[in-house]
């Protein structure tokens, strides 16, 4: 029989530990000031702890900071001169106005810090300080955030200041209708009045392919010197830069680092008045609400296809799932645009997505079940999938995880206890399926382990349908040797012993 036995999971995994602090600090002013700092530090705590590839260096607290008397800062000092010493690899903080009393205090301390490699992560702004836009968004927040300290929405609006015309007008390109001459904007006059007579051909209804073809047959030519195409003139009609307003962000470089456009994943920010604009802001207002009300009555090219786009969203992070063509898989957006790390869904398989809907809706076909009078959406977690009916109804399948290529619950779970590496899945002559450290026949000794044995393991914990219990529940799962160690995402270690 297996031995449970719940230990703090240190002597495993101490190795890859990153030390994270938090600082929180209130004003007298805006919070309940006991209750509200109290709970910031228990917050930042559990955070902190309950994420196994963290260990705990501290909340560090500042209290009572009134509209005059702005100088208690101990413990932000503390919290400095404790990263300088080798006591904290990371900061977690609520916002950046938390962090700072002025931009000048700001750039200066988180470069300090970047210079040591020690990342600031402000929750609020969902900026990385040492990532690669993190010093020219954090500029401009932080000037921001000066002015007016009271929380922000989304899409943030503000006159920027002449300093920082130059920092956002170099790191991107100017849109057709203008040139950047080393300081702003400026307009070119012909190309201008292409935009304008864009803008009101389309305002007049004619259509983006129409005025394209138009003005191809003129002789206009983009930015790149072919003839404009429908889909150029469609960019004109959508982009914000022509009412003299820009927004940053737009795209945003990925972990791996790719460029990629901005779809929700981070806030954008909108910058007013930087030059002088080609069209005014309610005749832009006016071709994107054509262009909408054009692409609703657009017919869905193949509805039989895939009835559920749209409907199906991804239960962890909330995003969409879409389905891939290549793969025969639905994957959740937010984790192909922003990595595995970004969400712990698993693809599905569109077979066992399919099955499972027909099995909810009590139908022999896919196609004869109406999605549009019966599914309000489709959540699909890591053990189950949700139906969330028009009546208000849930129902609920488990999730089935065969094993194989694609549908193997222990994927991107298993780790070596030794080494710390991933493992990774091969075929061992008559043992059949087993699991391997990518280091070892290198540096690392750990034996090779089955995977029927990984299986008995986790049902010992988890019971008969263990595989979405792996996928929901276990962060991780380090082998060494004779053990098997699962870590659960809420805190929890279990270990099981080969006999
Ligand atoms: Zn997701
Ligand atoms: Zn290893």
């Not at 995994?13 to 929180?24: F, G, L, M």
């Not at 927040?141 to 006159?159: C, I, M, P």
């Not at 027909?358 to 949700?386: A, H, N, P, Q």
């Not at 008995?456 to 996928?471: I, P, T």
């Amino acid at each position: 029989m297996p031995r449970i036995t719940r230990i703090d999971g240190k002597k495993t995994i101490e190795k890859s530990k990153k030390k994270v602090a938090a600082y929180a600090r209130v004003s007298m002013e805006t919070d309940m000031l006991h209750h509200s700092l109290s709970a910031q530090i228990n917050y930042y705590s559990t955070l902190i702890q309950n994420n196994p590839d963290w260990e705990y260096a501290g909340v560090y607290a500042d209290e009572g900071i009134t509209g005059r008397n702005t100088k208690h800062r101990d413990e932000f000092n503390r919290l400095i001169e404790d990263s300088k010493n080798g006591k904290i690899d990371m900061i977690l903080v609520k916002s950046i106005s938390r962090f700072a009393r002025n931009t000048v205090d700001l750039l200066n301390t988180v470069r300090e810090l970047k210079a040591i490699g020690i990342n600031v992560y402000f929750e609020r702004e969902n900026i990385n300080s040492i990532s690669n836009e993190g010093e020219l968004l954090l500029t401009l927040l932080a000037s921001f955030a000066q002015e007016e300290s009271r929380s922000t929405s989304e899409n943030v609006k503000w006159g920027i200041r002449k300093n920082f015309e130059k920092g956002i007008a170099n790191s991107t390109k100017a849109p057709y209708g203008y040139r950047w001459d080393g300081e702003k904007f400026r307009i070119i006059k012909d190309q201008a009045e292409i935009v304008k007579e864009i803008f009101r051909r389309y305002l007049d209804g004619e259509s983006a392919y129409s005025i394209a073809k138009n003005l191809a047959e003129h002789g206009v030519r983009g930015q790149t010197g072919n003839p404009i195409e429908q889909t150029s003139v469609k960019l004109i009609l959508a982009n914000l830069s022509y009412t003299g307003t820009r927004l940053l962000q737009k795209y945003y470089i990925s972990e791996n680092q790719t460029r990629k456009r901005n779809k929700g994943e981070l806030p954008m920010y909108l910058v007013d008045d930087m030059y002088e604009p080609i069209i005014s802001e309610e005749v832009h207002e006016k071709a994107l609400e054509i262009m909408k009300k054009r692409a609703e009555s657009m017919p869905n090219k193949n509805p039989k296809l895939t009835p559920i786009s749209g409907l199906v969203k991804c239960g962890i992070c909330g995003g969409g799932i879409s389905r891939r063509k290549s793969s025969g898989r639905w994957i959740c957006n937010t984790r192909e645009r922003k990595g595995k790390t970004s969400c712990a869904s698993r693809p599905i398989l569109e077979k066992e997505l399919k099955e499972a809907t027909i099995k909810i809706m009590r139908k022999s076909k896919f196609s004869r079940i109406d999605f549009t009078k019966k599914v309000e959406k489709i959540l699909v977690y890591g053990d189950r999938i949700d139906f969330i009916l028009l009546s208000g109804k849930v129902s609920s399948i488990k999730r089935e995880y065969s094993g194989e290529r694609g549908s193997n619950p222990f994927f991107c779970k298993i780790y070596c206890g030794y080494c710390g590496d991933i493992f990774h899945r091969t075929n061992w002559k008559k043992q059949g399926k087993v699991w391997i450290c990518s280091k070892r026949n290198g540096s690392c000794k750990v034996k090779k382990m089955r995977e029927d044995e990984i299986i008995e393991a986790s049902k010992s914990f988890l019971g008969e349908d263990y595989g979405g219990k792996v996928v929901e529940y276990i962060d991780k799962i380090y082998i060494k040797d004779d053990s098997v160690t699962f870590t659960f995402k809420d805190g929890t270690v279990k270990i099981w012993q080969r006999k």
